[in-house]
């Protein structure tokens, strides 16, 4: 397929608009359920490009007018960037209440408004800051990232050959909205009617075992695959060790610890190989052309960065605390941007944690400002993430990358707007965040250790050599150390499904691998919904 030379906001309708919108609220609201219970957030790509496929060809039947890959393509590019919004507030904002800086909701003795309200905006305007920096960056990192460097993004080439793969027949349609209901029910049935429960514990001989009745545990372990949910599941094995050892204390410590390392490692690497590819490139033609569009570029980064620094403000953030906020953030979505391309992986709360703690050498900053920071932080590196895979979609099927950035936009504003009232429902649901409470939110307690105390520091700086070392040695520890935190019963649930994948994997059949993942999709997006929208409920009922 040939490259356009002309774009003309070809895929850009109403009709994507307003689906962009709804599915953005959609996929945010499931995101911000999936992230909070299972301490990780796969890529919604998958089953956001069946969904778009799905209603735009369902919508061409009862309007007559028929749809295109590329207004499928734009459509599925707004409605999946909400969800890193959402990964970018449960990965950094539980750790106000972890930290103490944010109480618990008392129903007993609180209204839900007047607990809410004070912590809803200082959060809701930093994660708008991070949707509108983190979309222009994007904007002037794709012609680099993908046009010259040609980075994997191996999401985006993913729903690329979803897309086209689709456009032979309506099965994967089909397939996702039995899953989806399959998963939907289930979750009624487990958490309205209580006919099963949520865990089952026992065990053999001395050992005990347990096991969380979940779709969305099944499901993240088929997408993340075999290896991945193995590690996941030697962590919590060795969490329950230690605690069966007596030294439960540290099991917190030490996953910090590994995660963190995870992080130091990651940009290690990043900077080991981008020294790398600098001294492979030599200097293209057209300088002149190229000086032209890295000054528009320049101009689009600095009205971004404008916008978000005066938003920042208002959130409380003094003048140099903002200031050095955004240049943090153009840091580290650079560095989030390539990371993504090279592996796929986007450790965002790491990047929010390397912000704050550099902020914090140089002015003195509150805690509760320190996490708002990381949230900010980690929404611009979460959705740098989502733009790029999409971009790299549409670079794949030639679509116009100026509707994609529109419904990006979008989508992204429509993410912040459900994704900060759904997370403090969410946690005024269960009470608080924990293991204990049922939102282990692991990373969170990463961002804690790193404005509150880190425990033993023996351990502590251990566990981080350790977790560095390890990941350098293409060992994932900071999947080990949230499994540490996770528990036994979600990680069971997870490795559960790791063999289910190895053994779909084993058939080599394209046919049944893609509709392994649809399913999977699926199932993490019926349960993630549902329960939301449970949680919800019974708080407006409450």
Request: hydrophobic share 50%.
């Amino acid at each position: 397929m040939q490259q356009k030379t002309h774009f003309s906001y070809d895929g850009l309708t109403w009709r994507s608009i307003l689906l962009t919108i709804a599915g953005s609220i959609l996929i945010t609201i499931s995101s911000m359920y999936i992230a909070l219970k299972m301490s990780a957030l796969p890529w919604p790509t998958i089953f956001v490009a069946i969904l778009s496929m799905s209603l735009l060809k369902i919508g061409s039947s009862f309007f007559k007018k028929k749809t295109t890959l590329h207004e499928i393509n734009v459509t599925q590019t707004g409605m999946s960037s909400g969800a890193m919004v959402a990964g970018g507030i449960a990965f950094t904002i539980p750790a106000l209440f972890i930290s103490g800086v944010y109480e618990p909701y008392d129903p007993k003795t609180m209204q839900l408004s007047a607990w809410m309200l004070p912590k809803f905006w200082p959060v809701f305007l930093v994660s708008l800051a991070g949707v509108v920096i983190g979309t222009v960056l994007c904007w002037v990192y794709r012609r680099r990232n993908i046009e010259e460097l040609e980075l994997a993004y191996p999401i985006g080439a993913a729903a690329a050959d979803t897309l086209t793969a689709g456009e032979a027949g309506g099965g994967q349609a089909l397939m996702l909205i039995i899953s989806l209901a399959v998963s939907s029910v289930f979750t009624v049935i487990r958490d309205v009617k209580g006919w099963i429960q949520a865990l089952y514990t026992g065990s053999v001989s001395f050992f005990p075992v347990a096991i969380y009745m979940s779709p969305l545990a099944l499901a993240t372990g088929y997408i993340i695959g075999f290896i991945p949910a193995c590690y996941w599941f030697v962590g919590a094995l060795v969490g329950l060790i230690m605690q069966q050892a007596g030294i439960s204390d540290h099991i917190i410590t030490s996953a910090v610890g590994l995660m963190v390392g995870a992080g130091i490692g990651i940009v290690i690497n990043f900077v080991s190989t981008s020294i790398a590819d600098a001294r492979k490139r030599r200097l293209s033609t057209g300088k002149g052309q190229q000086a032209k569009k890295k000054s528009r570029g320049g101009l689009y980064m600095l009205i971004g960065t404008a916008l978000s620094f005066v938003i920042s403000i208002w959130a409380g953030f003094s003048l140099p605390v903002s200031l050095f906020t955004m240049v943090g953030v153009i840091f580290a979505t650079a560095m989030s941007s390539v990371i993504t391309g090279q592996t796929g992986i986007n450790p965002m709360e790491i990047f929010g944690i390397i912000i704050l703690l550099s902020i914090r050498l140089l002015v003195t900053v509150s805690d509760e400002h320190a996490i708002l920071i990381a949230c900010l932080v980690a929404v611009a590196c979460g959705y740098a993430g989502d733009a790029m895979n999409d971009y790299k979609t549409g670079h794949v099927l030639s679509s116009d990358p100026r509707a994609q950035f529109v419904t990006q936009l979008l989508g992204g504003l429509a993410g912040v707007i459900v994704a900060v009232p759904a997370f403090f429902l969410i946690i005024a649901q269960y009470g608080n965040v924990g293991a204990d409470t049922g939102l282990p939110a692991a990373q969170s307690h990463s961002v804690a250790a790193m404005v509150s105390g880190i425990g033993d520091p023996l351990i502590f700086t251990a566990a981080l050599l350790a977790g560095m070392i390890l990941f350098l040695l293409k060992v994932p520890s900071m999947i080990i150390g949230i499994g540490m935190i996770l528990g036994l019963g979600m990680s069971t649930s997870i490795f559960l499904g790791g063999i289910v994948q190895l053994l779909i994997s084993r058939l080599k059949s394209d046919k049944i691998n893609m509709a392994g993942n649809i399913i999977a999709a699926g199932l993490l997006g019926g349960e993630g919904i549902t329960s939301t929208i449970i949680s919800i409920v019974a708080m407006l009922k409450g």
